[in-house]
């Protein structure tokens, strides 16, 4: 099992960009397919985007298409979400975990990255 940090949420205004980070450990990080998912105030966690072991399948929400990217680099065991043109509903915790199928998370949860849009 791969264990997961999130990094580089912040405070953005509407219509700012921030870049997430998260660092897998272990060796295996290039094996399992990666996705970004987010939790608002009050809300269930909901998935956001999904990226395959090569970099390929990448899928993403409604919600974030055309405005987030997500990518990875095995040689870092890192995996990215470039997140533009931010809405104030994009406010929520941000976590990274390996996924199954299409969007279904299936490891354990880091302590994620917070990321708050202001209008």
């Known amino acids: 099992q791969v264990q997961l940090v999130e990094s580089g949420g912040g405070l953005v205004q509407a219509g700012g960009s921030l870049r997430l980070s998260c660092a897998g450990s272990?060796?295996?990080?290039?094996?399992?397919?990666m996705g970004w998912f987010r939790q608002a105030p009050g809300k269930e966690r909901e998935f956001v985007a999904r990226?395959?072991?090569?970099?390929?399948?990448?899928y993403y929400a409604d919600s974030v298409k055309g405005r987030f990217t997500i990518s990875r680099d095995n040689a870092k065991s890192t995996v990215y979400l470039q997140m533009n043109n931010l809405k104030p509903e994009d406010t929520a915790v941000y976590y990274c975990?390996?996924?199954?199928?299409?969007?279904?998370?299936?490891?354990?949860w880091g302590q994620g990255t917070q990321v708050t849009v202001s209008s």
């Open positions: 990226i395959e072991r090569s970099g390929g399948g990448l």
């Open positions: 975990n390996t996924v199954q199928g299409l969007s279904q998370p299936f490891g354990s």
């Open positions: 272990g060796r295996l990080f290039s094996s399992y397919i």
